[in-house]
T-cell receptor, first 114, second 116 residues
Framework: AQKVTQAQTEISVVEKEDVTLDCVYE???????LFWYKQPPSGELVFLIR??????QNEISGRYSWNFQKSTSSFNFTITASQVVDSAVYFC???????????FGTGTRLTIIP | DTGVSQNPRHKITKRGQNVTFRCDPI?????LYWYRQTLGQGPEFLTY????????KSRLLSDRFSAERPKGSFSTLEIQRTEQGDSAMYLC??????????????FGPGTRLTVL
């Protein structure tokens, strides 16, 4: 069985503040992939990052960074110096090696207040 | 690349009617997926095609749901005798063959179904 938990339902921060979105996952498999997707009001899921279970290196892409910790089964996402355009619902997702299905969390609605 | 396209974008129907949605994947993507997303929830997997073969179906896909991908290109999702509980966003995604590229799924804009 696999499960993704995003405990933060909604977060609001003032523009330029940093914000971290939490993601905790459960799986019995040793090889899997983790993802973050952004869903703006238009509805289309926008891919942000993929992480493999055997690669715990953290990643930074511009204002975005990801912290993968296998020991705590967490894959957290930080936005630095947030902007209004970052307002969206963010989903964390899990996929097992050899399986095509993505299992999503319930999402975190992020609102950036100008 | 043009992205994944879905039609219609919105559909309002009365309970008991049949509806059909279409998904056109990115050209030459051999894998195609359907997900359903209800309000306030993440997308839930419904079914998956590799070329024209339907390889996996979720238990969410009741007998009233049928999906096809006849020539391994576009796909249709039909819901018969719609119920109010079918109201949701239906998302289609595709991915290419081979290597790391196939791990990522590219999503379309979705079809929002409202059953009155």
């Amino acid at each position: 069985a696999q499960k993704v938990t995003q405990a933060q339902t909604e977060i609001s921060v003032v523009e330029k503040e940093d914000v971290t979105l939490d993601c905790v996952y459960e799986t019995r498999d040793t090889t899997y992939y983790l993802f973050w997707y952004k869903q703006p009001p238009s509805g289309e899921l926008v891919f942000l990052i993929r992480r493999n279970s055997f690669d715990e290196q953290n990643e930074i892409s511009g204002r975005y960074s990801w912290n993968f910790q296998k020991s705590t089964s967490s894959f957290n996402f930080t936005i630095t110096a947030s902007q209004v355009v970052d307002s969206a619902v963010y989903f964390c997702a899990l996929r097992h090696f050899g399986n095509e299905k993505l299992t999503f969390g319930t999402g975190t609605r992020l609102t950036i207040i100008p | 690349d043009t992205g994944v396209s879905q039609n219609p974008r919105h559909k309002i129907t009365k309970r008991g009617q049949n509806v059909t949605f279409r998904c056109d994947p990115i050209s030459e993507h051999n894998r195609l997926y359907w997900y359903r997303q209800t309000l306030g929830q993440g997308p839930e997997f419904l079914t998956y095609f590799q070329n024209e073969a339907q390889l996996e179906k979720s238990r969410l896909l009741s007998d009233r749901f049928s999906a096809e991908r006849p020539k391994g290109s576009f796909s249709t999702l039909e819901i018969q005798r719609t119920e109010q509980g079918d109201s949701a966003m239906y998302l289609c995604a595709s991915s290419p063959r081979g290597g790391w590229l196939q791990i990522r799924q590219y999503f379309g804009p979705g079809t929002r179904l409202t059953v009155l």
